[in-house]
């Protein structure tokens, strides 16, 4: 058994995450590990668990909340459902 890093459940389940820096996290639900790893929008402060938005290396839930705080404007779009001019 292996014990949540989040909320100290130690459980037979438990999983490994491991990331593109080379840590390793260990959790026992998704939800756990979305509530560490999930990066967090900088507009609204919700934790990012779809494809979100990231405009020069900052992380937005959508590009409403990406056109709030970054200067390209209507340039910056949802990849989800987009379609070509």
Not at 60 to 83: K, M, N, P
Request: proline content about 2%; overall charge negative.
């Amino acid at each position: 058994m292996a014990t949540c890093e989040v909320c100290g459940n130690d459980y037979w389940m438990a999983f490994e995450v491991r990331t593109v820096s080379g840590d390793v996290h260990t959790f026992d639900c998704f939800e756990c590990a979305a509530h560490k790893l999930a990066p967090i929008c900088e507009h609204c402060d919700v934790k990012i668990l779809g494809h979100g938005v990231e405009v020069a290396g900052r992380f937005f839930c959508c590009a409403h909340c990406a056109r709030h705080e970054e200067t390209q404007g209507a340039e910056i779009r949802d990849a989800v459902g987009a379609r070509p001019a």
